[in-house]
């Protein structure tokens, strides 16, 4: 049987990791990543706290299948956010000033 903490110093290892992608990052996938990397390592927490012995209900690999399925609908919205923003801006970074506006200059007019 393997002892609680190494699982448990692992998730660590990755929330750590998640945090700093999150933290640290310019661009809005590597954000992504690091979002997903703190959900894998509560995902293991879970798996960890279910797996002991002496629990008589299977609460958390339950609750990991739930983690992982919203986990998959807020990439998709997310991925789709960030294409469109590509589309848009031409670029991914999300320390620029987003441009928000649906209106354009017609051509050759402009404020004096």
Not at 17 to 39: D, F, Q, S
Request: aromatic share 2%; no cysteine.
């Amino acid at each position: 049987m393997i002892h609680l903490s190494l699982p448990a110093a692992l998730a660590a290892l990755l929330a750590g990791i998640g945090v700093y992608g999150v933290l640290a990052r310019r661009n809005a996938v590597l954000v992504l990543i690091g979002v997903e990397l703190i959900l894998n390592a509560a995902n293991l927490l879970l798996v960890t706290a279910g797996s002991r012995p002496g629990v008589q209900l299977a609460a958390g690999p339950v609750l990991t299948l739930f983690v992982i399925t919203i986990a998959a609908a807020e990439i998709t919205v997310a991925l789709a956010i960030i294409l469109v923003m590509f589309r848009r801006a031409g670029h991914i970074d999300l320390t620029a000033v987003p441009d928000l506006s649906d209106e354009r200059e017609p051509a050759g007019e402009g404020t004096p």
